[in-house]
């Protein structure tokens, strides 16, 4: 696909949603902007979710825990720069609604092998809008561009000296062009070996969510990919998407990695058969879908939400991939909290240890592998 420079939009519009900053975990700007005051300035700084929100100045009230949100001017009584508030370190406010725009702070220098894999196509995901609260939270994620979203492995091909071998998987195909699907089929989600779903770099090659409480450490991320996170696939997807096939060159050393994706579908543009309307305003490069994930989470838990998707033309070392970030406070006032409650660790392959959230310290991992997918898989990627 040709390059582009654009950014990623992350729109939160919720039943307890809350604002965040423009950083990830390793954000660098300064306090949240105050924003929706009155006319005797009554409402405080957009959240965010390390250190300090802002005061609308002339009365608006001090704004909740920042991660670094852009400086901004303060609107409250007259408009003028809001002072730093102190917040608290969940920094969760249900009912505050807003938008943000924000990457995950990767790659990053020093964080381990994962922390340094570039993503390559971060603009194709255009909009992440969770919603609702506890027990259940819904995640929308828009993905446009001039090809179709790869929803998962069909096929892989295993090359030898002795011949090639082919396995099938179940990709849910297009039921009409564009369609919907609920529980989708993602093809093959193994971690390891020839027959794993994952790009070289150890990706799931279908849509993929992680998520971190923040609740206890605004400045955590210990559910990224990136640091071991485990993969969640999506309830139902909307719009385009097509299957790739794996093809794994053992014929040659080192062996090699291939994803092809299939040919494309129509162009749908942003017409997502029943699907929600995408946020006013997105990018149209010719191929729309939504993938929408449902999550348990507790009442009053902030989150930290990363979503990871596969465009359709694969032609970039390591595999072409998007990720975004968004901080989202779930509402309510009781129920089981899943993500944010008991974490149960991934089933991971037969002699394979699994690591991250509810399992060994990704740094216990033996040698020669990475905590990756929730499991200790071997270290041997392309970045």
């Given at each position: 696909?040709?390059?582009?420079?654009?950014?990623?939009?992350?729109?939160?519009?919720?039943?307890?949603?809350?604002?965040?900053?423009?950083?990830?975990?390793?954000?660098?700007?300064?306090?949240?902007?105050?924003?929706?005051?009155?006319?005797?300035?009554?409402?405080?700084?957009?959240?965010?979710?390390?250190?300090?929100?802002?005061?609308?100045?002339?009365?608006?009230?001090?704004?909740?825990?920042?991660?670094?949100?852009?400086?901004?001017?303060?609107?409250?009584?007259?408009?003028?720069?809001?002072?730093?508030?102190?917040?608290?370190?969940?920094?969760?406010?249900?009912?505050?609604?807003?938008?943000?725009?924000?990457?995950?702070?990767?790659?990053?220098?020093?964080?381990?092998?994962?922390?340094?894999?570039?993503?390559?196509?971060?603009?194709?995901?255009?909009?992440?809008?969770?919603?609702?609260?506890?027990?259940?939270?819904?995640?929308?994620?828009?993905?446009?561009?001039?090809?179709?979203?790869?929803?998962?492995?069909?096929?892989?091909?295993?090359?030898?000296?002795?011949?090639?071998?082919?396995?099938?998987?179940?990709?849910?195909?297009?039921?009409?062009?564009?369609?919907?699907?609920?529980?989708?089929?993602?093809?093959?989600?193994?971690?390891?070996?020839?027959?794993?779903?994952?790009?070289?770099?150890?990706?799931?090659?279908?849509?993929?969510?992680?998520?971190?409480?923040?609740?206890?450490?605004?400045?955590?991320?210990?559910?990224?990919?990136?640091?071991?996170?485990?993969?969640?696939?999506?309830?139902?997807?909307?719009?385009?998407?097509?299957?790739?096939?794996?093809?794994?060159?053992?014929?040659?050393?080192?062996?090699?990695?291939?994803?092809?994706?299939?040919?494309?579908?129509?162009?749908?543009?942003?017409?997502?058969?029943?699907?929600?309307?995408?946020?006013?305003?997105?990018?149209?490069?010719?191929?729309?879908a939504e993938a929408r994930w449902e999550v348990p989470l507790a009442a009053g838990h902030s989150y930290r939400l990363q979503v990871m998707v596969h465009d359709g033309d694969q032609n970039k070392s390591g595999g072409d991939s998007g990720e975004a970030c968004a901080v989202f406070c779930a509402g309510g006032s009781g129920g089981a909290g899943g993500a944010?409650?008991?974490?149960?660790?991934?089933?991971?392959?037969?002699?394979?240890?699994?690591?991250?959230?509810?399992?060994?310290?990704?740094?216990?991992?033996?040698?020669?592998?990475?905590?990756?997918?929730?499991?200790?898989?071997?270290?041997?990627?392309?970045?």
């Amino acid at each position: 696909m040709t390059s582009r420079v654009l950014g990623v939009v992350v729109a939160i519009a919720a039943v307890g949603a809350w604002t965040c900053s423009t950083s990830g975990p390793h954000g660098t700007n300064d306090g949240g902007s105050a924003a929706n005051a009155g006319s005797s300035g009554t409402s405080g700084g957009t959240a965010g979710n390390r250190v300090s929100g802002s005061a609308g100045s002339n009365g608006g009230m001090s704004g909740v825990a920042g991660v670094g949100g852009r400086p901004s001017t303060g609107a409250g009584g007259q408009t003028a720069t809001g002072a730093a508030g102190t917040g608290t370190a969940a920094g969760c406010v249900p009912g505050m609604m807003g938008t943000a725009i924000t990457d995950c702070g990767y790659p990053t220098a020093g964080g381990g092998v994962l922390a340094s894999v570039t993503f390559s196509e971060g603009e194709v995901l255009r909009a992440i809008d969770p919603s609702g609260g506890a027990p259940t939270a819904v995640v929308r994620v828009f993905y446009n561009d001039e090809h179709a979203l790869t929803l998962g492995v069909r096929q892989v091909v295993v090359m030898t000296a002795a011949g090639s071998t082919m396995t099938d998987y179940p990709v849910s195909a297009l039921p009409t062009d564009p369609g919907m699907v609920t529980d989708p089929q993602t093809g093959t989600n193994e971690l390891t070996g020839d027959n794993s779903g994952l790009d070289p770099s150890l990706r799931p090659i279908w849509p993929a969510l992680f998520i971190t409480d923040l609740t206890t450490d605004p400045t955590g991320h210990a559910g990224d990919w990136q640091q071991g996170g485990r993969p969640l696939g999506p309830k139902v997807v909307f719009g385009s998407w097509k299957a790739a096939i794996r093809t794994v060159d053992k014929t040659v050393t080192p062996n090699t990695v291939k994803i092809t994706p299939d040919a494309d579908p129509k162009k749908n543009n942003w017409n997502l058969a029943g699907g929600d309307p995408a946020p006013a305003g997105l990018t149209d490069q010719g191929f729309g879908a939504e993938a929408r994930w449902e999550v348990p989470l507790a009442a009053g838990h902030s989150y930290r939400l990363q979503v990871m998707v596969h465009d359709g033309d694969q032609n970039k070392s390591g595999g072409d991939s998007g990720e975004a970030c968004a901080v989202f406070c779930a509402g309510g006032s009781g129920g089981a909290g899943g993500a944010g409650g008991s974490y149960v660790p991934p089933t991971c392959p037969s002699g394979v240890m699994a690591c991250g959230l509810g399992a060994i310290d990704p740094a216990s991992c033996p040698a020669n592998t990475v905590c990756a997918n929730g499991c200790c898989l071997s270290s041997n990627i392309i970045p």
